[in-house]
C-alpha cells in the first residue's frame, strides 16, 4: 500500500484530498471502490499510475 510505505497516516492524506478518513479506508481495505476522478487525484497525490493503485504493479506492455 502506496499510503504506508510512505509512512503517511490516513488522516493526512484525507485532509490533502478533501476527503473523510473513513472513506480513505473504505478503499483501501476494500469495502468501497474510488471512483474514477478519486482514482485519479490519489494517482496524483502518489505519484504513480492508475494501474499501479489497482494492481500494485505498473502497466507492462505485452
Do not use: C, H
Not at 481495505?29 to 494501474?51: A, E, W
Request: proline content about 2%.
Amino acid at each position: 500500500m502506496v499510503r504506508k510505505e510512505r509512512n503517511l497516516n490516513q488522516l493526512k492524506v484525507a485532509m490533502d484530498l478533501n476527503m473523510s478518513r473513513e472513506a480513505l479506508s473504505s478503499y483501501e481495505t476494500g469495502r468501497r471502490n474510488p471512483s474514477l476522478d478519486m482514482l485519479n487525484k490519489l494517482s496524483q497525490y502518489f505519484n504513480v499510475s492508475i494501474d499501479y493503485l489497482i494492481n500494485g504493479e505498473e502497466f507492462k506492455k505485452r
